[in-house]
């Protein structure tokens, strides 16, 4: 659990505190959804009490485990993103506009930060990752992955429609 600490900012509008984190994480889990983590944690922020809420903004640097596109081999995914989040303490919620979902709630003087972290992360992941750009991937027929050796499997794009010609002649 990652944790702010905000008993000193909470009922004072105007002030703000930075925290900055490095913690070792190997997972972080948001709504069913696991994110592997192969390095740090790294979280630099400030929390600002502007009133009647509770304003987050900062940075998280990590690096995922993701699996490489063309070959599935591991790959590290470094990950930079700005985040910023608004929190309301539990007792403030009847004067806030509850059609906004964006605002999260929290009780006594701690928010916890996993969440907001694993959702900015989801939300910022790229779809594909690669080894290299240059990787070869495997090879559909035989399934040996091409940056690490050679197979003998003719590697032509055959056109759907030729496949179903070539099937016909056997
Ligand atoms: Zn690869
Ligand atoms: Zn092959």
Redesign the pocket.
């Known amino acids: 659990m990652i944790k702010l600490n905000v008993e000193k900012i909470k009922n004072t509008p105007g002030e703000s505190i930075k925290a900055d984190y490095d913690v070792q994480i190997n997972e972080l889990i948001d709504e069913g959804e696991t994110i592997n983590l192969s390095d740090n944690l790294k979280i630099n922020l400030l929390a600002k009490n502007t009133g009647s809420e509770i304003l987050v903004s900062g940075k998280i640097e990590t690096a995922l485990k993701m699996m490489?596109g063309?070959?599935l081999?591991e790959t590290d995914c470094p990950i930079d993103i700005d985040f910023e989040e608004i929190f309301v303490h539990k007792s403030k919620a009847e004067y806030i506009d509850n059609s906004d979902d964006d605002i999260i709630f929290f009780e006594g003087n701690n928010i916890h930060l996993d969440q907001i972290v694993a959702k900015n992360i989801i939300l910022n992941m790229p779809i594909r990752t690669?080894?290299?750009e240059e990787?070869k991937?495997i090879c559909p027929q035989c399934g040996i992955n091409l940056?690490e050796e050679k197979c003998s499997c003719v590697q032509d794009n055959i056109d759907p429609r030729m496949e179903v010609l070539k099937k016909l002649l056997k």
Do not use: I, S, Y
Request: charged share 20%; hydrophobic share 10%; aromatic share 10%.
């Open positions: 490489c063309r070959c081999t690669f080894c290299d990787c991937g940056n």
